[in-house]
């Protein structure tokens, strides 16, 4: 059994990411997995990931593809404080 290497390790992730969302419609679920890869991997992860993910042999789920190629115009699903964590406590609570 051999080791993933790291871009193997990345592609997995975000086919993770990418099935969480799978029940959304697909502008929601694309929307969701790249705001989630933007706000919690490092630059260097995306771009190795930009960089192999496209490749057919990755097995990039089609989903994180299009999250990696597209600027999309819908909202994700998740709430803004649980996607991006400058924004954590902000509409969590409507106490005074």
Not at 7 to 34: C, K, W
Not at 50 to 55: F, M, R
Not at 56 to 76: H, N, V, Y
Request: proline share 8%; hydrophobic share 40%.
């Amino acid at each position: 059994m051999s080791a993933l290497s790291s871009n193997d390790r990345l592609v997995r992730m975000a086919n993770q990411i990418a099935t969480f969302f799978r029940s959304y419609p697909d502008d929601e679920a694309v929307a969701g997995i790249h705001k989630h890869i933007l706000a919690f991997w490092t630059p260097k992860m995306r771009a190795a990931l930009e960089e192999y993910g496209p490749a057919p042999e990755s097995g990039l789920d089609p989903l994180a593809l299009r999250a990696l190629r597209e600027r999309p115009d819908a909202d994700s699903p998740v709430r803004a404080g649980t996607r991006d964590p400058h924004l954590q406590g902000a509409g969590a609570s409507d106490a005074g």
